[in-house]
């Protein structure tokens, strides 16, 4: 309810997206509760899948999000997951396990395809965070709270620095004239590391999660070698995302508008 209030009070742009976000959001509550008492697993992680934009629910979570501003954004791609991931630490168990490895693995191919024709840096935050939804459930399941505690200030930290950054990119000021260079290099850092890209921050904390999880669960270890192989696609997706924005940027007359 506080966070509806807050949305309502400073978002001003299209409330349409606002309405069908809080209804998606509705809906997926009102089925982890059902499915819940009714002790429907399966149905039940499905739900919360729903909740958290993952694979098979890219569509809504992607094109809803966008018309956010950056602040209701930052929100709801970091704090808004606190409670479904608490639900995922209590209903989890390891019969579950190659479950959520497998919807894992469509969830990096079907975002690692989407990244390859992405231009807006924007959305590529987005589709980033529906794939980063994954590795916050498995640092949830690991049974740590230290690694998941790590792991989730690192990932809030890189989306709330590369949303503030990209407002920069339509300050029109001689001040950022001068610094536009050094700016374009610190948000190709940001991206990086959100992309896991070694030996930056979240290169070290997605491995912390991968050991901790081969450690509890060595029989699964082959999995992980495909998801870590995978990150190398991402990675690459991630700089020719940013090359066709700078080339964007650079062969129009204004900036791309963030809001």
Not at 127 to 137: E, L, T
Request: glycine content about 2%.
């Amino acid at each position: 309810m506080l966070f509806i209030g807050v949305s309502y009070t400073i978002f001003f742009h299209s409330y349409t997206q606002l309405i069908l976000y809080f209804l998606f959001q509705t809906v997926s509550s009102f089925s982890v509760l059902i499915f819940f008492l009714l002790s429907y697993k399966y149905l039940l992680f499905i739900s919360l899948f729903l909740k958290l934009g993952i694979f098979p629910f890219f569509s809504w979570y992607l094109n809803v999000l966008y018309r956010f501003n950056s602040f209701i954004l930052f929100l709801s791609l970091t704090f808004h997951k606190i409670p479904a991931m608490y639900i995922f630490y209590i209903i989890f168990e390891s019969k579950y396990l190659f479950f959520l490895y497998l919807i894992r693995l469509f969830s990096l191919l079907v975002s690692s395809i989407y990244m390859l024709f992405l231009v807006d840096l924007r959305y590529l935050i987005i589709v980033s965070s529906a794939g980063n939804n994954s590795f916050i459930v498995f640092s949830v399941i690991s049974n740590h709270f230290i690694v998941f505690s790590v792991f989730y200030a690192v990932y809030t930290a890189t989306v709330f620095l590369l949303l503030s950054t990209f407002s920069r990119f339509n300050t029109h000021s001689k001040f950022y004239s001068y610094f536009y260079t050094v700016l374009v290099f610190y948000l190709l850092l940001l991206l990086l590391n959100l992309g896991a890209f070694p030996p930056l921050p979240r290169f070290f904390t997605k491995f912390l999660v991968f050991f901790t999880l081969m450690f509890n669960f060595p029989h699964l270890s082959f999995y992980f070698v495909i998801v870590l192989a995978s990150n190398v696609v991402i990675i690459v997706s991630y700089l020719l995302i940013f090359n066709k924005y700078l080339v964007n940027i650079f062969s129009c007359k204004g900036y791309l508008t963030l809001y």
